[in-house]
């Protein structure tokens, strides 16, 4: 994804000429070829991301539009009081990169776990929060973001993410990339939609027509949102991040209390250990086999 994203980042600057990238010392071999043809738009603000986001307030109170970029919880829970002072307070146009969402960099432990994000930044109604699965997606929303400066939040996976879907242009609703006609449906956000995909056909190939749903996203959620989901009786969100503030509770916030909606979240226990993302995954039941177990004790129970 950290590829799609500066290759449209790139595109985009080209056509906006306010587009300005901040990092926190990092991004190498990612983020060289924006710099090499945007120098005055560009700049490393060091291991000081407290520091790089007071800065990219002040660029974009001078009328810029600064993303900033850096790995997982950098760039969000170690800035918190610069988000919700210098950023959102001012309503100014920052956007907020993480790449490595979730158990992305779960080789380097927790602190590199991003799983209390989304939680945690969805509290700041000011911000726009976007969580793409694929590259796709995340084109998308760089395409939307450079159209729509303001406080905002998107939060990446890692690298070598693949196509989940066709392609479209970014809309303020849950996205169908799977039919189906049962009672029940499967929503995700970010890239374990690829779980919750191949758990669906899974039971596809059993006669059950699962439709699932992917979020990119997830804050504002207005009657549009809503409206996409209302029809179903059960949901089951699957997410990379802990139960608390994530999708399964932003569910129940904005659906009606008859929809009954179960969460497939990271466990607290997992975000102990460490490990490649694929084997924290299988941990938390949220590898494709975790979601057919959900799935199938769901429809038999």
């Keep these: 994804m950290r590829t799609a994203f500066i290759q449209e980042f790139i595109r985009q600057a080209r056509e906006h000429p306010d587009l300005f990238l901040v990092v926190g010392d990092l991004g190498f071999s990612v983020v060289e070829p924006f710099a090499a043809e945007f120098p005055d738009r560009f700049l490393n603000a060091g291991v000081a991301e407290q520091n790089m986001t007071g800065l990219a307030a002040g660029l974009a109170a001078s009328g810029y539009h600064?993303?900033?970029?850096s790995i997982a919880n950098f760039p969000t829970?170690?800035?918190?009081e610069q988000i919700r002072n210098d950023v959102c307070y001012h309503g100014l146009p920052v956007t907020v990169v993480s790449v490595g969402a979730g158990l992305s960099y779960g080789n380097l432990g927790y602190s590199h776990h991003a799983v209390q994000d989304l939680g945690i930044l969805r509290t700041l109604g000011e911000l726009t929060v976007l969580s793409p699965a694929d590259p796709g997606e995340t084109r998308?929303?760089?395409r939307w973001l450079a159209n729509h400066p303001g406080p905002s939040y998107l939060r990446l996976g890692k690298a070598g993410e693949p196509e989940l879907h066709a392609e479209q242009p970014l809309e303020p609703v849950p996205v169908k990339v799977l039919d189906?006609?049962?009672e029940v449906a499967l929503v995700a956000t970010g890239s374990v939609l690829k779980s919750a995909l191949e758990?669906?056909?899974?039971?596809?190939a059993e006669g059950w027509q699962v439709p699932v749903f992917s979020c990119p996203w997830l804050q504002p959620a207005d009657e549009?949102?809503?409206a996409a989901l209302a029809g179903f009786r059960c949901l089951l969100a699957v997410e990379e991040h802990v139960a608390a503030g994530g999708l399964a509770s932003?569910?129940?916030?904005?659906l009606p209390p008859a929809a009954e909606v179960r969460g497939l979240a990271v466990p607290l226990a997992v975000t102990r250990q460490v490990g490649s993302q694929e084997y924290l995954r299988r941990q938390a039941g949220l590898d494709a086999a975790g979601v057919l177990a959900r799935l199938r004790a769901w429809r038999t129970g």
Excluded: E, I, S
Excluded at 77 to 80: A, H, Q, T
């Design 140 to 142: 998308a929303c760089v």
């Design 250 to 254: 932003l569910l129940r916030d904005a």
């Design 224 to 226: 549009r949102w809503t």
């Design 199 to 204: 758990a669906a056909r899974a039971v596809h």
């Design 180 to 182: 189906g006609n049962a």
């Design 77 to 80: 829970l170690r800035c918190l």
């Design 66 to 69: 600064v993303f900033t970029y």
